[in-house]
């Protein structure tokens, strides 16, 4: 059996909010090698961010784990204390946030917060702290890194704030960053800087990455695993060739076909996902995008679809799917 | 005499940034930026953050005093800094509106959105009673794919699309003739994007609507608009015909950003040769002289560090600013 670097099971987490429970996340299954990048992409509140913090440990209140197992390098997740869970945390798993504007504390130096990283998980005395921040800078491409150890985050600008934050990330090497939305707020140059960074990294130290993103063009260029979230649940799961040329579920298609393309040469009239995002305290019955998707059968609102695999990595939750197998099963009998 | 439906000559936009009598300091954000729109068409404009896109669309709507510059509007002068030409506004307001970017910090709320959308009807006087104004909200309202129900609830009941769908009735509530689209769709989910492009394409068919469209988001832009201006700290670097641009970019700027879009298309996305710019865009407090790309651009000379480039019709209706196009393409 093959050992994954992280193995989600079967993941339930609700917050309980006054208005009722969110199931923010409804049977989720994720596993990753060493050294893999995975995308999740899906809409705002689709949950993909709390998939990933609660990997780290970092599921906020009212949110709490319902049931699953989460492995990760040979660690229950699940059954561990906070204060077990502070020695993984910035060590073996890491995190880069979205907003660097506000990722960062502004009233300590960046060399101080580089620097509290590394004292907190290595016995490196102060003077061998700096010297691998400054090592640190130079390895996401800052210059000058003896002058911005003493600088403020407020002087630096976002792409360089990002930076800062890859470099504290990658503090002690970690086998696992997650990157949620590392390049939404930025320009498209200096995303484009970051995303090669970022690679660039992954091949140096070979740590594992999971993509966090709501761009199909991001993920199309960096990731090999795609999995595709809609109201807390994977509703497929591939490689990105999979994926982008071989959809199977009605959302995932669609999402393809709404985006604006560069190369078209002349004027397509754009194809929408019509209806809005579900509602998730009063999500539909049967299948959540059934709502929503122009192919939708009766039975998609009653019950949820079960899993339609294609070979040995590509997955989809959709009865559509489910009318294939039916068909190509009753005409081989 | 001008003969297009909208022009903007020389505009120019600079913020007090500090400093006292001969030392004050200015952000350059909008600095000698003209166009032309005709009417029915839709211009594009896009650019990095702080590259003054959105403060050229404010400022032609004299949400800012401009600096500088000349706006006409089917023969009309909106503002003509260098005569202090400065009519009154009102009458312009009608025909002139603005779709902004964050549906959930442009709409009040404490108003029902049959209020938001009334409002403007009601400074322009365009209802003679209340049954009149209840009808021609209803209207608009349905022209944006909401309904009549819909006219007495409060902002914070609606998700993020169907927010920027009653900025968009808001807009339209008086019958405009231009609108300036200041990232309508950056705050919306990639599948909601799509329903409010086509939304704006359909409104502009039904009622000759003539778009400044503002946006960083180039694949989108280049979708709804006929022709794109390229803006760099506060200076257009290049404008032309939307498939031309995105086809034959010619300014360095452009042919990066071009490049630096991620294509949803694993194959090609593993093919394709990035340019990736070095370091961050300056401070537009204290820009590079010259070409203010020149800090960034892989082609630049010491002509560039000195002179400003010129504004040029390099091709027929495809113009730039730069000073080695020809070395370069």
Redo the contacts between chains.
């Keep these: 059996m093959a050992e994954y670097l992280v193995d989600i099971k079967n993941e339930r987490l609700s917050f309980f909010t006054p208005a009722g429970e969110v199931k923010a996340l409804n049977d989720v299954s994720i596993h990753l090698g060493e050294g893999e990048v995975l995308g999740i992409v899906g809409?705002?509140g689709s949950g993909k961010s709390v998939t990933a913090y609660s990997l780290m440990g970092l599921t906020a209140h009212p949110g709490k784990l319902l049931g699953g197992n989460l492995n990760f390098n040979g660690h229950q997740i699940e059954n561990m204390t906070e204060k077990e869970m502070r020695k993984i945390r910035g060590n073996e798993i890491s995190i880069i946030f979205q907003d660097p504007m506000t990722s960062l504390n502004p009233v300590y130096t960046v060399g101080n917060q580089i620097m509290e990283v590394i004292r907190l998980h290595t016995d490196k005395t102060k003077q061998e702290a700096k010297e691998r921040a400054k090592e640190l800078l130079e390895l996401v491409g800052i210059n000058e890194p003896e002058k911005r150890l003493k600088q403020y985050p407020h002087e630096l600008?976002g792409?360089?704030r990002q930076r800062v934050m890859i470099a504290i990330a990658l503090a002690c090497e970690p086998k696992l960053l997650i990157a949620d939305e590392p390049t939404t707020a930025l320009?498209?140059?200096?995303?484009?800087?970051i995303?090669?960074l970022m690679m660039e990294l992954k091949e140096k130290l070979g740590m594992a990455i999971i993509m966090i993103t709501?761009?199909?063009?991001?993920v199309?260029?960096m990731c090999e695993r795609i999995a595709v979230m809609y109201a807390g649940k994977i509703i497929e799961y591939g490689t990105?060739?999979d994926i982008?040329?071989h959809p199977k579920h009605q959302y995932t298609k669609?999402?393809?076909r709404?985006?604006?393309?560069?190369?078209?040469?002349?004027?397509e009239?754009?194809?929408?996902?019509?209806g809005?995002?579900v509602d998730m305290l009063n999500p539909p019955k049967g299948c959540p995008f059934a709502p929503r998707c122009d192919e939708a059968m009766k039975i998609c609102l009653r019950e949820m679809p079960p899993v339609t695999e294609f070979g040995e990595v590509h997955y989809t939750q959709c009865w559509l799917n489910q009318k294939e197998e039916m068909e190509k099963g009753a005409s081989h009998e | 005499m001008s003969e297009h439906f909208i022009e903007v000559e020389h505009l120019r936009q600079y913020f007090p940034a500090g400093g006292f009598g001969s030392k004050k300091k200015y952000v350059r954000a909008v600095d000698d930026v003209s166009f032309f729109i005709n009417k029915g068409e839709t211009l594009g404009l896009v650019g990095e953050s702080g590259c003054g896109k959105t403060t050229t669309g404010r400022t032609m709507l004299r949400l800012y005093e401009p600096t500088d510059g000349r706006f006409t509007f089917d023969g009309d002068v909106v503002f003509d800094v260098a005569k202090k030409e400065f009519p009154n506004m009102l009458p312009f307001r009608k025909r002139m509106q603005i779709v902004f970017q964050d549906p959930y910090a442009s709409l009040d709320p404490r108003m029902t959105v049959g209020d938001i959308v009334g409002e403007a009807i009601d400074v322009h006087k365009l209802a003679k009673d209340d049954k009149e104004r209840y009808d021609m909200i209803i209207h608009m309202l349905e022209r944006v794919g909401l309904n009549s129900e819909h006219a007495n609830r409060y902002p914070h009941e609606f998700s993020g699309g169907q927010r920027q769908r009653v900025g968009i009735a808001r807009a339209l509530a008086v019958n405009p003739e231009f609108i300036v689209c200041d990232e309508p769709i950056s705050a919306l989910d990639v599948s909601i994007q799509a329903q409010v492009i086509n939304m704006f394409e359909d409104l502009q068919e039904q009622m000759g609507l003539t778009y400044l469209f503002i946006a960083h988001d180039l694949s989108a832009v280049k979708h709804i608009s006929n022709r794109i201006g390229v803006m760099y700290l506060g200076r257009m670097v290049e404008l032309a015909d939307s498939y031309k641009l995105i086809d034959r970019p010619l300014h360095p700027y452009t042919k990066s950003l071009i490049s630096a879009i991620p294509i949803a298309d694993p194959k090609q996305a593993r093919k394709s040769n990035r340019i990736v710019l070095e370091g961050d865009v300056p401070s537009p407090l204290n820009p590079p002289s010259g070409c203010t790309f020149r800090t960034r651009c892989p082609y630049a000379t010491a002509e560039c560090a000195e002179k400003v480039p010129e504004w040029k019709e390099i091709e027929k209706d495809h113009f730039a600013a730069c000073h080695n196009i020809d070395k370069i393409n």
């Excluded at chain 1, 709501?214 to 991001?218: A, E, I, K, N, T």
């Excluded at chain 1, 560069?262 to 004027?267: A, C, P, Q």
């Design positions: 809409e705002s600008s792409g360089m320009d498209v140059t200096i995303q484009a800087q995303l090669e709501h761009d199909l063009g991001v199309a260029s990105a060739d982008f040329y669609g999402l393809i709404s985006i604006p393309r560069l190369d078209t040469k002349e004027h009239r754009l194809i929408p996902i019509e809005t995002p």
